[in-house]
């Protein structure tokens, strides 16, 4: 399931890497779908031999100019199931890799790790009933592997997707996913039933204005939601996003009593860094 991009032909001949052994793969790019200025998405092929849990991370890069790999972290946002790889990228107008990486077009090559890990997974999180996925800018990403993952649904009674970004236009990218996960044939019927997807600006005036946080403080998110307020007891909750959002996500959740959990002690909550690619 892919249907929110649509393919670009390339403009220039293809950029490839003289395949050498080590600990990562050269893969090609399929698809890439510019967001904003500052966002994009592209889809790369998949190893038969790659394997990985909804919610992990792997390197990505590209070879620098002396041949040495230059890589960073990326959230892996395609689901464990699909044929292809997703990811959902910031572009830094200096950084080192998505300077380049910005530039990739469909055919170009690029540098895929072999070792997915990462703490954002449901192996880390005791049964619940409620899943709270709370994310921000390009932390979105490894739930747009969860929200795609059966046993997300089978675990937890009722999955709310929070999504916080400075502008509306930053919104797009998780507006198109869950749509399209919502008419999905694979889970389409699981997530119409029991995918909440909340969305929030802080910076332009969209139809509802804050940060995640404060809305969680002040109850606003859970009027809006039609949810009691957070419950170690019977809530799930997994943060991914920008610094400030994990502190203060994190504060709210040891403040409620819910307890941290890993893929050694599974627990009440779960909290990543959202790869910020430079
Ligand atoms: P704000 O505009 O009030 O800073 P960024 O694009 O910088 O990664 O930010 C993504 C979103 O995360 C923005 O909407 C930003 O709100 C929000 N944000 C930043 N810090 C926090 C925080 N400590 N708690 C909750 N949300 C935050």
């Avoid at 999955?159 to 889970?187: F, M, P, Q, W």
Wanted: with cysteine; hydrophobic share 35%.
């Amino acid at each position: 399931m892919n249907a929110m991009t649509t393919p670009t032909p390339p403009a220039r001949p293809a950029n490839t890497i003289s395949a050498k052994p080590g600990p990562f793969t050269v893969e090609t790019v399929l698809e890439v779908k510019h967001y904003t200025d500052r966002l994009f998405y592209f889809r790369i092929t998949r190893p038969d031999a790659f394997r990985f849990r909804s919610g992990e991370f792997i390197m990505i890069g590209l070879p620098k100019e002396d041949g040495k790999p230059l890589l960073r972290a990326y959230s892996l946002a395609s689901p464990f199931w699909d044929e292809a790889l997703d990811f959902y990228s910031i572009k830094v107008a200096d950084g080192p890799l998505t300077s380049r990486l910005q530039h990739i077009q469909p055919g170009d090559q690029l540098l895929l790790g072999k070792k997915p890990t990462g703490t954002l997974v449901l192996d880390a999180l005791k049964p619940g009933k409620r899943l709270y996925m709370v994310s921000t800018g390009t932390g979105i990403a490894p739930f747009a592997s969860l929200i795609r993952d059966p046993e997300t649904y089978e675990k937890f009674d009722q999955v709310i997707l929070t999504h916080t970004c400075r502008e509306s236009a930053e919104l797009t990218y998780g507006n198109e996913l869950v749509e399209a996960v919502k008419s999905d044939e694979l889970i389409g019927e699981f997530a119409r039933e029991k995918l909440v997807h909340f969305t929030s600006t802080t910076r332009d005036d969209g139809p509802v204005k804050g940060r995640v946080t404060d809305m969680i403080n002040s109850g606003e998110l859970f009027d809006r939601l039609g949810a009691p307020p957070l419950d170690p007891a019977v809530d799930r909750v997994m943060i991914c996003g920008s610094e400030g959002l994990l502190k203060d996500t994190k504060q709210i959740c040891l403040e409620r009593g819910f307890i941290e959990g890993s893929n050694a002690a599974p627990a009440d909550f779960v909290v990543e860094k959202a790869f910020v690619a430079t």
